[in-house]
T-cell receptor, first 114, second 114 residues
């Protein structure tokens, strides 16, 4: 069984640029959630996709957007990058969007904004 | 809104000693609670979860946690620390209509001394 994978592993961008991060969900999972983990902090929920529809959003501005594809893989797009966007971005998949469902995390993408 | 507080951002224990990591939650509805572990430069791995069955939950690697509603706590313990337990630990809560959106605490970094 393949776990959650993310690409790229590391990324360096400059302020104002745009970035796309990718996530492949675990086999059999139809829900993907994205989290931002700043250095020394716990992860913060960005948004969740369930069967290609957004299913909840955290306190992040609209320049954070996402997509989920028919194979349930997902993208996180961030426009107009700011220095504070530097963080580890984690993707997690689950079998369904249920409250008890375990989320399985990928290794993350480390984004550095200069 | 729900929240999670982890007391102590750093904990140092001797190998073979008890590991106790504290987690208190705030929620107006019955919560579902999770403990995750994060090793350096990796994603999060589920240790255990509470989903309203038994209040004492056993997880992987010898960890367990007890849900105490009266104290709004879900502390994590392991009777005997091993060097491989050195990592960061996160407590998280999932409630009600939020589906399985996770709200994380700030994390506790565990150092194990030989």
């Amino acid at each position: 069984e393949t776990g959650v994978t993310q690409s790229p592993t590391h990324l360096i961008k400059t302020r104002g640029q745009q970035v796309t991060l990718r996530c492949s969900s675990q086999s059999g999972h139809n829900t993907v959630s994205w989290y931002q983990q700043a250095l020394g902090q716990g992860p913060q929920f960005i948004f969740q996709y369930y069967r290609e529809e957004e299913n909840g959003r955290g306190n992040f501005p609209p320049r954070f957007s996402g997509l989920q594809f028919p194979n349930y893989s997902s993208e996180l797009n961030v426009n107009a990058l700011e220095l504070d966007d530097s963080a580890l971005y984690l993707c997690a998949s689950s079998q369904a969007g249920g409250i008890k469902d375990t989320q399985y995390f990928g290794p993350g993408t480390r984004l550095t904004v200069l | 809104a729900q929240s999670v507080t982890q007391l102590g951002s750093h904990v140092s224990v001797s190998e073979g000693a008890l590991v106790l990591l504290r987690c208190n939650y705030s929620s107006s509805v019955p919560p579902y609670l999770f403990w995750y572990v994060q090793y350096p430069n990796q994603g999060l791995q589920l240790l255990l979860k509470y989903t309203s069955a038994a209040t004492l939950v056993k997880g992987i690697n010898g960890f367990e946690a007890e849900f105490k509603k009266s104290e709004t706590s879900f502390h994590l313990t392991k009777p005997s620390a091993h060097m491989s337990d050195a990592a960061e630990y996160f407590c998280a809560v999932s409630v009600g209509a939020a589906g399985n959106k996770l709200t994380f605490g700030g994390g506790t970094r565990v150092l194990v001394k030989p």
